[in-house]
């Protein structure tokens, strides 16, 4: 290797970001947030590169990267790790005597499905586990492209069976279980939500917590994706190409789902009063929005790509029918998301079909924030804010 190669790399990523990311005035710490986003950028370019020499796949240096530093071991913690059905799994048990049974909280992180991981969102569990009192289970999902889609759901499912099968060992609430999740994280916590109400043996869910989900590839253009397209960390195309990662699908597309010609008329007529710029509140389209031009239909890109029409992918289609018997929930929007407006649509559906919602707006956050949470110096004030909010949420059940 050159000696120039890495400094080459980072000066790379640091131009990349400067010249195609956008920084809305409002948004946390934008500086700080700069300097992680050429990081991810350059980790993405290396691997790259590294992938064509044979090294290692080209998601392994963005997946060491957003891994993080281990935190030093915690006093109040019991924290066990355990493989159910090869799904790893860190479970966390304040130390503390409870007066009674604790809560628990089945936790999945986000990452689109492709890198993420429990360390990577250790300092998130432990939070929760101290200030909630609650056992905490983070769910080590297998990842793809190597272990493919569904498989995700699948090791969640299995998660989650095996820890409502066995509360009583974590001697924990069957009435207050919690089932959450961050971005594609929420997406399998709202999926695994809407199973769970065909399993009559097992507790019902208490709530779910979902911090900025993601949660249909019907519409690429709703006003948060026109509004926060280039905006740290996850670009309007970054959302499609991770889509086409964790997929398996091939890039060449690409352009043709962002403009929405993988829809059919006919399930865009069927879907427009749940998924729609129509539905989002005005105040979320004040900031640089357009209605688009209408896209003409491709059945070949349809037939490519229809995974991420199905309501295991895009759970916000869901009908009626199952949307009423969902458990309450609690949402976190950040307003510089591309997925901000999933969530206010899955807001809306829910509150329309009698589920109490409870919302958490953060008006500077951005995301992906949870992932710098618990850093010090390095974390991001709206984060600590979301942490708290939800904190209190789960201290009400």
Request: charged share 20%.
């Amino acid at each position: 290797f050159s000696p120039v190669l890495i400094p080459a790399l980072v000066l790379g990523g640091v131009l990349y970001d400067f010249f195609s990311s956008e920084l809305p005035p409002g948004i946390d710490q934008p500086l700080k947030l700069r300097f992680f986003h050429s990081f991810m950028i350059t980790a993405m370019i290396a691997g790259k590169i590294f992938e064509k020499l044979g090294i290692c796949g080209d998601l392994s240096l963005l997946r060491i990267l957003l891994d993080g530093i281990p935190p030093w071991r915690d006093s109040e913690l019991l924290i066990k790790d355990l493989k159910v059905d090869e799904v790893p799994l860190r479970i966390y048990q304040p130390k503390w005597p409870s007066t009674g049974k604790r809560r628990g909280i089945l936790y999945f992180h986000g990452g689109a499905g492709t890198f993420g991981s429990i360390r990577a969102f250790e300092r998130v569990c432990r939070y929760m586990a101290k200030k909630c009192n609650s056992v905490v289970v983070s769910v080590g999902y297998r990842l793809a492209p190597e272990h493919p889609y569904p498989g995700q759901y699948f090791d969640c499912l299995s998660a989650t069976l095996y820890f409502m099968r066995n509360l009583e060992e974590y001697h924990v609430d069957p009435a207050r279980i919690i089932i959450s999740g961050d971005s594609c994280g929420a997406n399998f916590a709202t999926v695994i939500c809407q199973i769970l109400l065909n399993k009559r043996d097992l507790p019902k869910v208490r709530a779910q917590v979902l911090f900025y989900p993601g949660l249909q590839g019907l519409d690429f253009h709703l006003p948060s994706y026109q509004q926060n397209a280039s905006v740290p960390i996850l670009f309007r195309k970054l959302v499609i190409y991770f889509c086409f990662r964790y997929l398996n699908k091939e890039p060449s597309i690409l352009e043709d789902v962002l403009q929405n010609r993988h829809v059919p008329e006919s399930m865009k007529r069927k879907y427009k009063k749940w998924v729609s710029a129509d539905i989002i509140p005005d105040e979320f389209k004040i900031r640089g929005y357009v209605p688009p031009k209408s896209t003409s239909y491709k059945p070949e890109v349809h037939e490519a790509i229809k995974e991420i029409l199905g309501i295991t992918f895009s759970p916000l289609l869901a009908e009626d029918s199952i949307i009423c018997q969902l458990p309450e929930s609690y949402i976190v929007t950040c307003e510089f998301d591309v997925l901000r407006d999933d969530g206010l649509l899955y807001k809306k559906r829910l509150e329309d079909n009698g589920v109490q919602v409870t919302w958490y707006h953060s008006e500077s956050g951005f995301h992906g924030i949870l992932a710098f949470f618990g850093y010090g110096i390095f974390s991001f004030l709206s984060g600590k804010k979301i942490m708290d909010s939800t904190v209190n949420y789960i201290n009400s059940l």
